[in-house]
């Protein structure tokens, strides 16, 4: 590590000097310009090109005598902190290789690139740069819409064609999860790299909005998925169905326009569909009210989760 003293240059100027070798490895010369940036460690990169590059970054998890739940939440923290190799080390990986590679493979993007007796190498194939993060805010948008439509097909569905949607759903779940570990990883990437977020127009209070929509898009799917295996298992007769469907159909129109003003950025409609949640609140307690019975209760609590999070989506525009 090379230091340099920083002079006072003119009154309000402070300069510092350029280390030789780097000049003459990148040729530079009086006039030229220098480009900088300041990444999230709060520090300047320089480069002799306007051109952005990213670094790729690379990490050893010694998951030896770990459990796997234990070695699942290194690898995703890992992995959305950007690192685009991961190397896992394993004493038992003889008997835990399986495992292990699923995952990695859970994570969109890597690929197994190596396997020893002892270790696992995967590489984030994807190219990072070219993410849209609306984009995976409409794609996860549209697995929840079909999340929402077996959830209260439910209640008229036979015995096995519950057993199938609540798989499906349970299935469409995880690919959430992915989805959102993704945009994670992407909007991480556009934090430690400013001037790039920059030059695709998202400024910092952008990616903090899109940190709040995924949050509460993963939050709204898994109570969707854990209120689809409640119904399967509440037998109710037609008239109490009745009453449930349009409590369900209600919050679906209710995540409708949250997200028709998310996409619009439209805080005026944002805060007038925000301001509907009391009325639906008052509606779930009616259910609650006439039947009084500890699966209600639990559906119940559910809706009312589910509208939390679908609110919390229109206060990310407004806020």
């Not at 038992?92 to 995952?103: L, V």
């Amino acid at each position: 590590m090379e230091y340099r003293k920083v002079i006072k240059f003119g009154n309000s100027s402070l300069v510092v000097s350029l280390p030789n070798t780097w000049v003459k490895k990148n040729n530079i010369k009086k006039g030229d310009s220098i480009f900088f940036e300041e990444n999230g460690s709060n520090e300047l990169v320089f480069r002799a090109s306007s051109n952005f590059k990213r670094y790729k970054k690379r990490i050893l998890i010694n998951a030896t005598n770990k459990e796997l739940i234990e070695i699942e939440r290194e690898v995703n923290a890992n992995y959305i902190k950007g690192f685009d190799t991961i190397e896992v080390l394993d004493e038992n990986m003889h008997s835990r290789s399986k495992d292990i590679r699923d995952i990695l493979q859970n994570l969109v993007g890597l690929e197994i690139l190596e396997q020893t007796q002892k270790r696992l190498i995967a590489k984030d194939l994807s190219d990072i740069d070219s993410i849209p993060v609306l984009g995976l805010v409409k794609r996860i948008d549209i697995i929840i819409r079909s999340m929402m439509q077996d959830s209260f097909n439910l209640l008229t569905s036979n015995r096995k064609e519950k057993e199938d949607k609540v798989s499906s759903i349970y299935d469409r779940d995880k690919d959430i999860n992915r989805l959102v570990f993704l945009a994670f990883r992407v909007l991480r990437f556009l934090l430690d790299n400013p001037s790039f977020a920059a030059r695709k127009n998202i400024a910092n209070q952008k990616i903090f909005s899109y940190f709040i929509i995924f949050e509460n898009l993963e939050k709204l799917a898994d109570t969707i998925k854990r209120r689809s295996r409640l119904l399967i298992s509440t037998n109710q007769d037609q008239e109490y169905n009745k009453e449930l469907m349009p409590l369900l159909k209600n919050l679906e129109g209710y995540y409708s326009d949250c997200m028709k003003a998310f996409i619009n950025n439209d805080a005026k409609f944002a805060l007038e569909v925000g301001s509907r949640k009391d009325k639906f609140i008052e509606t779930h307690k009616k259910l609650l009210d006439k039947y009084n019975d500890a699966n209600t209760a639990l559906i119940h609590e559910l809706l009312n989760s589910t509208l939390v999070y679908i609110r919390n989506l229109a206060r990310s525009v407004y806020a």
